[in-house]
């Protein structure tokens, strides 16, 4: 398998995901939706990732990844580094918090910013692919 394949993979399994956030917002499983939106965006960072040939296996390095190898770089906007790192705090509150309430408005902020992130994802992936040594 190429690294190629690896990230048109990956890429496909955020999209997936993305529908899973979406169906869980419709299910008003809004800790849910929050979770799948979260992974929606890693995975696309991952994707993306795979051409750079760098992975993690915690969440906060292939953040770090991400930011070091694709946002400085200037291959995918700074703007959107924020949703994965707020997107990754949320869904730990989901997840793990005591006491936590996820709501409709939550969930619907980050199925949005995982829309924008994961669709900005795909136009990197293109363009990354089709460059000089891509």
Do not use: C, W
Not at 20 to 32: M, N, T, Y
Not at 63 to 88: T, Y
Request: no cysteine; aromatic share 8%; net charge negative.
């Amino acid at each position: 398998m190429t690294r190629q394949n690896l990230a048109e993979y990956r890429m496909e399994r955020a999209k997936e995901i993305l529908v899973e956030a979406k169906d869980s917002l419709e299910q008003s499983h809004f800790g849910l939706a929050v979770n799948r939106s979260y992974y929606a965006m890693f995975t696309s960072a991952r994707a993306l990732l795979a051409l750079e040939e760098v992975d993690s296996s915690k969440h906060s390095g292939v953040i770090s990844l991400f930011n070091q190898h694709l946002v400085k770089s200037g291959l995918f906007p700074a703007g959107f580094s924020k949703f994965l790192r707020e997107a990754k705090n949320i869904r730990e509150d989901a997840d793990y918090g005591d006491f936590v309430k996820i709501t409709r408005t939550d969930a619907e902020t980050q199925i949005d910013r995982a829309k924008e992130f994961v669709a900005e994802a795909e136009r990197a992936l293109a363009r990354i692919i089709e460059s000089p040594g891509g």
